[in-house]
């Protein structure tokens, strides 16, 4: 079993930057792929951003130049690095570890940009 905790969420106004945190624990492949997603009141859930075992990335159009995706392998940790926020970017995100055969979901995290 994978534990996912999310954290780094809050409050931001227009502009401002935030960096969300997830950490894993527990039974982790080695090769893996860990991804950000997000779903706005009334959305669906979307991809933002992931990376894989070898720190391949991808993201999402509406977030490429402003949010940077990284991984600590030592810590089972992923980050995600957003700047330049916008109002559209509120939404909870969701931390999510894919690897063989599982797929695990965070709790998620809440991100409101608002002035």
């Known amino acids: 079993q994978v534990q996912l905790v999310e954290s780094g969420g809050g409050l931001v106004q227009p502009g401002g930057s935030l960096r969300l945190s997830c950490a894993a624990s527990?039974?982790?492949?080695?090769?893996?792929?860990m991804g950000w997603y997000r779903q706005a009141p009334g959305k669906q859930r979307e991809l933002v951003a992931r990376?894989?075992?070898?720190?391949?990335?991808s993201y999402a159009d509406s977030v490429k130049g402003r949010f940077t995706i990284s991984r600590d392998n030592a810590k089972n940790t992923a980050y995600l690095q957003m700047n330049s926020l916008k109002p559209e970017d509120t939404a909870v995100y969701y931390c999510?570890?894919?690897?063989?055969?599982?797929?695990?979901w965070g709790q998620g995290t809440q991100v409101t940009v608002s002035s």
């Open positions: 999510r570890l894919q690897q063989i055969g599982l797929d695990y």
């Open positions: 990376i894989g075992t070898g720190d391949s990335t």
């Open positions: 527990g039974s982790i492949s080695s090769i893996n792929s």
